[in-house]
């Protein structure tokens, strides 16, 4: 079981940049509402900074622990947080407040990292003490430790008309929100987390897609994009017009958006314009055991579980030399000790980057595979395309509306 942090510790703690500076303080955790059986999930951090307090996506979180909340980036946007009405900031709205039904108010809410699917953190339990009960340094007596489940509405902060929405399937969510209005689809889209909503916006129409990224603000939107797989995000960022698509791009993580950039530049009807760029990666010299541990990455897609490339260091797209593919089913054939480099299929070739659509999808067939290596002039391994893309790409435009 996950350790349970208060969001009480939490408050000012220092936030630091990755090389340890100290960038402003912690000033209150918020979270949204629960989805399915998990608790309501961490959206962000509001942080003291000089002069105003801002909003830090918990995706730009890279880890929480008694020595502070340490960022991916130094990059900070200083818009002044506004919450938004489905948000529930644990100290401002629930420390002190009553428990509806019941002869206790919430004295803390803990916090620990999410399970299943979900990434970040998720709220676990609420410290619940009779009113008025208070020791020196803010500590009750009476204290009361609760799931967080017992006091669910404490966390229905104002109409939450589309909580169903959040147990549903990405897919079935998607069909969902297009047959809304769109001011309701915006409302209701808003209801999510990044990482659902990235993975809903995956499943709808690119005029859809931009429609929505256009009404959930700036840094929710390049949020969003980066929990996106990056050649959707790619995909959508291109239907865009230059200065919108630029402007996302500039909101973004640094390291998010240089993939996306790269994306950007190859034509939609070739293999550059289908790829991911971030397909399982091992240099020569590692074992079967490390690839297999690789592999089992739940949140991979079955496609890109299905192989890693072997490649020279750098082992980030664009790599060194490309070495070679592993089959999955090689490698569950071959003692753990093995190098990769010995398990490597040399059939098919890798194609270009301008290789049209159809041919990619014709060799993805001829030789029955989910994915196919991406090697460029200099014989870097640029991405990876996986059948599911070309699919999307194939099948008629509109085939989504007819599912």
């Known amino acids: 079981m996950a350790a349970i942090i208060y969001a009480s510790r939490i408050a000012r703690l220092g936030v630091l940049d990755p090389d340890g500076a100290t960038l402003g303080r912690v000033d209150d955790v918020i979270v949204g509402a629960p989805i399915g059986g998990h608790g309501p999930p961490v959206i962000g951090f509001v942080i003291a900074v000089p002069g105003r307090r801002i909003f830090v996506s918990a995706g730009r979180v890279v880890s929480l622990d008694p020595d502070g909340l340490r960022l991916r980036s130094s990059d900070l946007n200083l818009r002044r947080f506004v919450p938004r009405p489905s948000e529930v900031s644990l100290l ?34 609420v410290d619940l003490v009779p009113p008025g009960r208070r020791l020196l340094g803010g500590r009750r007596r009476d204290r009361r430790t609760e799931p967080w489940e017992q006091v669910r509405p404490l966390f229905a902060k104002g109409s939450d008309v589309y909580g169903d929405l959040r147990d549903l399937h990405p897919r079935d969510i998607a069909e969902q929100l297009q047959d809304l209005p769109a001011p309701e689809r915006t409302t209701a889209a808003a209801t999510l987390d990044d990482d659902q909503l990235a993975e ?28 996106m ?44 314009g289908l790829m991911t760029p971030e ?111 070309v699919l999307d790409r194939v099948l008629p435009t509109d085939w989504r509306a007819h599912r």
């Open 200 to 227: 809903v916006m995956e499943e709808l129409p690119e005029e859809v897609q931009a429609e929505l990224l256009d009404e959930l603000g700036l840094e929710r939107a390049a949020d969003v994009l980066e929990a």
């Open 279 to 389: 397909p399982v990666l091992l240099p020569s010299q590692a074992t079967v055991a490390e690839a297999l541990a690789l592999l089992r990455e739940p949140d991979l897609t079955p496609a890109l579980a299905s192989q890693l490339f072997v490649v020279d260091p750098p082992l980030e797209t664009p790599t060194g030399r490309f070495r070679g593919v592993c089959h999955i089913q090689r490698l569950l054939r071959e003692p753990p000790s093995v190098r990769v480099i010995d398990c490597v299929d040399s059939q098919p070739e890798p194609v270009a980057p301008d290789l049209d659509e159809l041919q990619v999808a014709e060799t993805l067939a001829a030789y029955n595979l989910l994915a196919l290596p991406v090697v460029d002039a200099a014989g870097r391994l640029v991405g990876a395309v996986t059948v599911d893309d």
């Open 92 to 125: 401002h709205d629930l420390i002190d407040r009553p428990v509806p039904g019941g002869d206790r108010v919430v004295n803390d809410v803990g916090i620990r990292a999410a399970s299943g699917r979900l990434r970040g953190w998720e709220v676990a339990v």
């Open 229 to 272: 797989e990056p050649d959707d995000a790619a995909d959508l960022l291109g239907e865009l017009e230059r200065g919108r698509r630029g402007e996302l791009l500039a909101a973004m993580e640094p390291d998010e958006a240089a993939p996306l950039r790269r994306l950007l530049r190859y034509a939609n009807n070739t293999a550059g």
